[in-house]
């Protein structure tokens, strides 16, 4: 046990050592991997800020069905069983004619020639179901149910969003599901690019100490041994890389937050993407160095294997 302990001990040395000695030729690996990781790092926030973009939107937005004063009570409870039981319902709340009528009085309390126009006749206004969905994007498989002929002929007018345009929530439902698209677009191709870069930085490692693994060889060293120094090296990359990589983060919100505002839609909440970003900061920070960690190991494992050809033990 000793002996393991004192051997690991020399490997973990040694690729310090070797760090330090390659430390020129790090610096491109560590460059991309910086990228890399930053990409990774604000596309997680990124896909967080959007989710609560679209719940804050959703919680606002829902669709209004106006029932025709001919339905009875039977009817619109029947009608509001069918619709409470709808997969992409979240919840419904009825308002009958005289709660429609209360609700219109308190919203334009401020205009007094419309709460006395329609005060002059008898209420106008048709009892309204509000269903509140559960995902944006799936909120035409409601209007779906609603557009049926035996419901619609229960409804005064054609069911609509109350809050927001319709036009606009489809326009963020896309542009969030294509930004997250990118991201894990941009992720792939950088964790390749970094993979490569690694993989020949390893090999350029290699080549300098060949002389020094040959007589490592010739004395007996074992694989593990020989490869575990580049593996550390290589993992040393990833833990510089995650550590500039949040701190480059950390100083593009601090930057952002104070110049950036939230647009009208929410889309670009920079405000709480810093908050997410504190919150979770350790979190976040040992996701960056478990990922710099397997993508430098995987790769200086790949690149001993492939160019110093040693044996399977």
Request: net charge positive; charged share 15%; aromatic share 8%.
């Amino acid at each position: 046990m000793k002996r393991k302990l004192r051997t690991l001990r020399r490997i973990i040395r040694t690729g310090f050592v070797n760090f330090l000695r390659n430390f020129s030729l790090a610096v491109a690996a560590m460059a991309v991997m910086v990228v890399t990781l930053s990409i990774v790092l604000f596309s997680v926030i990124t896909n967080a800020t959007f989710k609560n973009t679209i719940s804050q939107i959703t919680n606002k937005i829902d669709v209004s069905v106006f029932l025709k004063d001919s339905v009875n009570q039977p009817q619109t409870n029947q009608l509001l069983t069918e619709i409470k039981a709808l997969p992409d319902v979240k919840s419904i709340q009825y308002l009958n004619k005289s709660q429609v009528l209360a609700q219109y009085e308190q919203q334009n309390a401020g205009n007094q020639e419309l709460v006395t126009a329609i005060g002059e006749t008898a209420n106008p206004l048709p009892a309204t179901i509000l269903i509140r969905p559960k995902n944006l994007n799936n909120i035409g498989n409601i209007k779906s149910f609603l557009i049926q002929p035996t419901i619609a002929n229960m409804q005064s007018a054609p069911p609509s969003y109350s809050g927001k345009q319709e036009v606009a929530i489809n326009r963020i439902t896309h542009a969030t599901n294509v930004l997250r698209e990118v991201g894990v677009v941009a992720i792939v191709v950088f964790v390749v690019i970094c993979a490569l870069i690694i993989f020949n930085t390893i090999q350029m490692a290699i080549f300098n100490r060949r002389d020094e693994i040959q007589i490592m060889r010739l004395l007996g060293a074992s694989t593990h041994y020989i490869r575990g120094p580049f593996i550390i090296e290589s993992s040393i990359y990833g833990v510089v890389s995650a550590a500039l990589s949040v701190l480059i983060i950390n100083l593009v919100f601090v930057t952002t937050s104070s110049t950036l505002q939230a647009s009208a839609l929410g889309l670009l909440d920079i405000n709480y993407a810093n908050q997410y970003f504190d919150n979770h900061f350790w979190r976040l920070l040992a996701m960056q160095l478990i990922i710099g960690i397997v993508l430098g190991a995987v790769s200086s494992t790949i690149a001993t294997h492939r160019y110093l050809k040693f044996k399977t033990k």
